[in-house]
């Protein structure tokens, strides 16, 4: 089992940034895929980034890149979803999920961060 919790969610302006976490715990995820979704009301969930747990590779939404970064902390368990430049189209429920890198699906969800952003 892997548990999965998010913080840093909040309020902010247009323009503005913030910083989610994710702290992982509950097994190693050295071979682990982590993602960060997020789900906007009315909307399905969506892959905003993603990455491996060496950090050899990432994935970015073409609605984020150039805005958000994902980076991991191998020692202290936890990824990192680093916003700037944001947006009121940015405004969702923000969640972070692991999958093993040999599966497509994610096995793991947090339990989700609010982000507003005001325009």
């Known amino acids: 089992q892997v548990q999965l919790v998010e913080s840093g969610g909040g309020l902010v302006q247009a323009g503005g940034s913030l910083r989610l976490s994710c702290a992982a715990s509950g097994r190693t995820l050295s071979s682990y895929r982590m993602g960060w979704f997020r789900q906007a009301p009315g909307k399905e969930r969506d892959v905003v980034a993603s990455?491996?747990?060496?950090?050899?590779?990432?994935y970015y939404a073409d609605s984020v890149k150039g805005r958000f970064t994902i980076s991991r902390d191998n020692a202290k368990n936890t990824v990192y979803l680093q916003m700037n430049s944001l947006k009121p189209e940015d405004t969702a429920v923000y969640y972070c999920?692991?999958?093993?890198?040999?599966?497509?699906?994610?096995?793991?969800w947090g339990q989700g961060t609010q982000v507003t952003v005001s325009s």
């Open positions: 990455i491996t747990w060496s950090g050899d590779s990432t």
């Open positions: 999920a692991a999958r093993p890198n040999t599966k497509y699906d994610y096995d793991y």
